[in-house]
């Protein structure tokens, strides 16, 4: 590219360029892969956000709807709106679906109480009938605390207590907390191996580049068709599919926690669009001054945060790895 | 100040993923050289916590006050006071 041109680059234009023939791409990924498995179709686990919305709505285009199966796969602690915005793009896109809630499967295995207990060590006040609870993290981009989990306790929509974890407690409420995207895949796996079909899942590039899924949980999928398309990418692939107007504008969430928490406030800590202009300028190596001039960040801020986008990247490492062999005869 | 130092030199040895052979200079990086990742960062949090009796404020959480033997002393005599 050319020094002048690089100069005036505009990012967020660039991801959001070109969204038809991603589309197409996309679309020809989703039918090679369900072909080249031998299957007859895919399950989706359809959580009312945009993700799972975009990757279905590419499954309905490609495979047609009568070869796509939309799971909703509801528990005590999701947001009653994830439902009803799933069964809705099921029923628009014409897509067979069936609810399952997983709340059997997390009380066979005392999630709920080992959850309350967890918080009442940190909150003896807790009360899971008057609170609801999330777990965040300090904002990066203007704190620039380090990545200490916080749980809070929401009364009326009022935060009313809130506390730094202990690591072991921090340890045993993720794996607590993880067993839900789990059981959601065990579920879509009853679901697929049934009618022979391959389970899609809905993993976008910024997650994976953060390590933003649970490990053989939604991210054991047999297919990623969104994996390397930024959560922007996503964005502008819904308003091409038409996706409901509540999805795109729903701040994304993994909705577990009572307390709807956004992906800002665990995940990302930054606006999307700062952070998957950071990652993009990573990925094509872009000069500082390009990156000032699209996020508006001073050079010492971009340097700070890519230098924390990096810790983030090294420490995941584990979630996007694949089971190492030991290959005996090489 | 050394006393902490040598405390926190001999906590790493034993729970981080720091060499029992290798040194730590001052001002070294413990993320950079891979010493602690983000959970070694709270269980160092939570030794530190209960070492020194103290409670980190939530402003004092930040990389210059815990990414280095140096930045570590400084936040543990600040707060022990």
């Known amino acids: ?330 | 100040m050394e006393q902490i130092k040598n405390d926190i030199v001999n906590y790493l040895k034993a729970n981080s993923f720091m060499d029992n052979n290798s040194s730590l200079e001052d001002d070294d990086s413990l993320t950079q050289n891979g010493i602690i990742d983000s959970i070694g960062l709270l269980e160092l949090m939570d030794y530190i916590c209960e070492k020194y009796s103290i409670e980190i404020p939530e402003d004092m959480l930040t990389p210059e006050n815990f990414d280095s033997l140096q930045g570590i002393t400084n936040m543990i005599t600040k707060l022990a006071k």
């Open chain 1, 1 to 330: 590219m050319q020094v002048a041109e690089e100069l005036s680059m505009n990012i967020i234009e660039e991801l959001n360029g070109n969204i038809e023939n991603i589309a197409l791409k996309l679309r020809g990924f989703i039918r090679d892969q369900v072909k080249g498995f031998k299957k007859k179709g895919v399950v989706i686990g359809v959580s009312g956000g945009i993700d799972s919305a975009v990757a279905l709505a590419l499954c309905v285009q490609e495979l047609g709807k009568e070869n796509v199966y939309g799971l909703i796969l509801p528990e005590e602690e999701s947001s009653p709106s994830s439902k009803i915005l799933g069964t809705e793009i099921c029923k628009s896109l014409g897509v067979s679906y069936e609810e399952v809630p997983i709340s059997p499967i997390l009380k066979s295995l005392n999630i709920y109480d080992q959850k309350e207990q967890l918080i009442k060590r940190n909150f003896p006040e807790y009360d899971p009938k008057i609170h609801k609870t999330s777990l965040v993290l300090p904002d990066f981009l203007n704190q620039g605390l380090l990545n200490v989990p916080y749980i809070r306790l929401i009364k009326d929509g009022e935060t009313v207590a809130r506390c730094r974890l202990r690591a072991n407690d921090y340890l045993e409420l993720i794996g607590l907390q993880n067993v839900k995207q789990r059981s959601r895949m065990i579920v879509q796996y009853m679901h697929a191996e049934k009618l022979n079909y391959a389970v899609c899942g809905t993993t976008n590039k910024t997650e994976l580049a953060l390590g933003q899924f649970v490990k053989y949980g939604d991210g054991g999928a047999d297919l990623e068709p969104l994996a390397d398309c930024y959560k922007i990418q996503v964005y502008s692939l819904g308003k091409l599919l038409n996706v409901n107007e509540e999805i795109i504008k729903r701040p994304p969430s993994a909705d577990t926690w009572s307390n709807y928490t956004t992906d800002e406030e665990f995940y990302w800590r930054m606006p999307i669009q700062i952070l998957d202009q950071l990652l993009y300028a990573q990925e094509h190596q872009l000069p500082l001054q390009i990156i000032e001039k699209n996020t508006g960040m001073s050079r010492e801020k971009i340097e700070k945060t890519q230098r924390h986008i990096n810790r983030i990247r090294d420490a995941t490492e584990y979630v996007r790895a694949v089971p190492p062999i030991c290959y005996i005869n090489r």
